[in-house]
């Protein structure tokens, strides 16, 4: 039986071996990250920005200063809204490849979004706290796991993303 997600305007169903990860407080609750059996991890995080590329640069960025190598790939995913921005990240990682999927989908603008606590990945993005600069709300997937695990449970995330972008149709 399927595990349901239903928090912070987004709802979907997901397999319920997948573990919620404890969230520490300073990051506050517009995001949560599912922990995957075979070690990969899925996490959404609500945000704003004024345009999808600077946040997914921001993104890639982060990932970057850790990982050497990092090969960047744009993809075009079945069924995602045309303003979606989705790419695929490749490195090693004590010698596996790992495959970092990034999606970012514009919400409507009647959506609630939060700012991102100062010491998360999101944290330079501009948010709603500075008026001048409120941007649109953001909707930030991430699915990482090592390359075979990735390629199994891939299905199950373009399923999430799915129903996610049903529910804004």
């Known amino acids: ?14 397999p319920d071996n997948w573990k919620i990860a404890d ?4 990051e506050g609750d517009r995001g949560t990250t599912f922990d995957l059996p075979s070690g990969g991890f899925v996490s959404l995080e609500k945000t704003r920005a004024e345009e999808v590329e600077p946040l997914v640069e921001r993104i890639v960025d982060a990932i970057a200063a850790d990982y ?11 069924g995602l809204p045309a303003d979606a921005h989705a790419i695929d990240l490749r490195f090693y990682y004590l010698d596996l490849l790992v495959i970092s999927r990034l999606v970012v989908l514009q919400l409507p ?6 700012p991102a606590p100062a010491d ?4 330079d993005v501009p948010t709603a ?4 600069r409120q941007g649109a709300p953001m909707l930030v997937l ?8 990735f390629d199994q449970n891939e299905p199950v995330f373009r399923a ?3 129903q996610i972008t049903d529910s804004m149709a």
């Open 68 to 78: 050497e190598d990092l090969e960047r790939e744009t993809i075009s995913l079945e």
């Open 23 to 26: 969230r520490p407080d300073e």
């Open 109 to 114: 603008r009647e959506t609630e979004v939060t």
């Open 142 to 149: 991430q699915m990482q796991a090592e390359s075979r695990d």
């Open 129 to 132: 706290v500075d008026p001048s």
């Open 1 to 14: 039986m399927p595990a349901q997600f239903d928090a912070f305007g987004i709802r979907f169903l997901y």
């Open 120 to 123: 998360t990945l999101l944290a």
């Open 160 to 162: 999430i993303l799915k």
